[in-house]
């Protein structure tokens, strides 16, 4: 993949991104992206937590499963899609601080099924605590023409 | 357990549920209760879809995962908490339609561990069809004393 | 799928089992097969327990590996071949009795990959105890041309 | 812990691996253990391949789930025992080659969960490639003390 090949990608992922009514609900901005990685981070506010003040399991696996479709993506060109098959999450600490952050980055890339590890971190006083670890398969298809 | 026990513990959990923010940002409800199994609900509106107008993944996660303590939490009283150590998703058809409903049944009770069996349905022009399926383990702890 | 289809299917899949050294090795026996499921049966010796007595972990989890690839591969004709792509597994209880028992069932079927559950029970004084449940996704390929 | 803490646990681990009918019929080997980590090793030999000459995804997952309970018991003392209480797998490529590794290493210890990430590699030609990916939890409870 070249350079240019992968920037065109990306500002391809990053407009797919921006037309998630989800992804804006949540209020999750994808930090950065590099082929076969991305990085999803969310602020701290009332609306993303659990009843104990934690951000909710629910938010975590938001970012995890949306972070590893996304680190899949950056292998394909436009001519295929990426759809998340299954994961499977690990809840590891709750997940406190003042930002939730999502790396993902694939282990295994394949023309159909691309296999993704993602982890998630809590920003607390300055220091990633890791609060959850992820195994993700993403499909790929071609992607339907437009008419 | 005896039914007046049932109808605290229902209470307690319908108290805890209404007190997450994430709940209500997402607009999911809780439907029923009964000694191991909790069913949510979640009614189609724009901010809950991903791209191509489907029910976001991250929102079937969160019902999933939400379901399926809630289902764990059927089985222990208030001196009891739950929290999901981990589960596996798998999507198994785009999640159309006008509502989202999470069932989630307990496969096998414990008192540190419970597994849970949850399963994802949409409801399209009044039938429902499977949109994802799960196996959840919940950990379950002594409550701190409040002070 | 016609019945003599589904048998020249089941006739395939015991010709491929019946070639597994580890199967032989294990000793587990493919008691049925139905479109979209499959019965495996090990009876109890030494060789296959842990150190406790129980059934070995290894052991239910490659009967349920096993049966859910099988319980796939019921579903295509012979120019298709079937691969476990992943699996996650809870273990319920320990698995004691004379027999383990893996039944396995297609959830979902699709082309490319096929979505089962899969469950396994020991049989202690003539009953069946669940312990053991699995969630696994087959892929499925056009299998290759022989020279 | 200290050096000889530790010494003392993997004594135990020995031992108790060396009790396990079903870790001396697939022919494994413990081949080294740190705290927090475990490495097992098997030779190939036809037993434990499946029908198109490569190690068996059973023989895989056996290491697999093996190998995150060694690593999960080295955290602990006599006092307490370790059992998988589920794992989730993904086969990563077809296990070709002379030799199938496993590399268990905790990634969350807990008194009650550790959570383990285990991976399984195929040694070809002096290189090692990545077969397959796991992420464990690993429960830990109070020995029942001996009559």
Redesign the interface.
């Known amino acids: 993949m070249t350079v240019s090949d992968f920037s065109a990608i990306a500002a391809d992922i990053h407009k797919?991104v921006a037309?998630?009514?989800?992804m804006?609900?949540?209020g999750a901005k994808l930090d950065s992206l590099a082929p076969g990685e991305a990085v999803l981070i969310l602020d701290r506010r009332?609306?993303?937590?659990?009843?104990n003040g934690f951000f909710?399991?629910?938010?975590i696996?938001?970012?995890i499963?949306?972070g590893s479709?996304i680190a899949a993506g950056t292998m394909f060109d436009r001519t295929r899609m990426t759809?998340?098959?299954?994961?499977?999450?690990?809840?590891?600490?709750p997940a406190s601080g003042s930002r939730l952050i999502c790396r993902a980055k694939v282990?295994?890339p394949g023309r159909?099924?691309t296999?993704v590890?993602a982890k998630a971190y809590c920003l607390i006083e300055g220091e990633e605590k890791?609060v959850a670890?992820?195994?993700a398969?993403i499909?790929s298809?071609e992607r339907p023409k437009a008419a």
Chains 1, 2, 3, 4 share one sequence.
């Open positions: 797919a037309a998630q009514g989800f804006q609900l949540v009332p609306e993303v937590l659990q009843h909710h399991g629910g938010v696996a938001f970012l499963d949306n479709t759809l998340t098959a299954e994961y499977k999450l690990n809840f590891l600490a282990l295994k159909t099924l296999v590890e890791l670890a992820a195994l398969t499909a298809a």
